[in-house]
């Protein structure tokens, strides 16, 4: 069983006030010979389409002295789990998940705008201490 993130029922209980059920905390990435652990699966009914939206959640806490050594794991641990779910599981989407100040202090650098965007990464923005979703960036 992975270790949590610090941050883990915050952005858990976040995803619920906005109308998720989580299907599965951790969500077990199995792919051929490879065995992962993301953070959380969730689903919503979007009533305007009448059909299940699926996300997988991987939570990141961005804590170390060295913010970009965690975007350089966080971003690896992403495009790894997206690659092992588009072989697998292809109706969900993956999203990163940070706290709120870690996006405006990190992630609002042009340099990693940049290269979320070329990656094509996909946020929730979560203020922690309320335990609120703030933004999705698609």
Known sequence: MPARD??????????????WRITADPYKIKYKDAELFADLAAEKTIAA?????????????FLSPSPMQDFELALGQYILYRNLINLTE??????????ESTYENFFTRE??????HMNQVLLIVVDTDQEEIRQWIN
């Open 111 to 116: 340099s990693i705008k940049e290269v979320m």
């Open 49 to 61: 389409e009448r059909d299940d939206f699926r996300i997988i959640v991987e939570i990141k806490s």
């Open 90 to 99: 292809p109706e969900y989407q993956i999203y990163l998940a940070i706290r």
């Open 6 to 19: 610090i941050y883990h029922n915050a952005i858990k209980n976040a995803l619920i006030k906005d109308g």
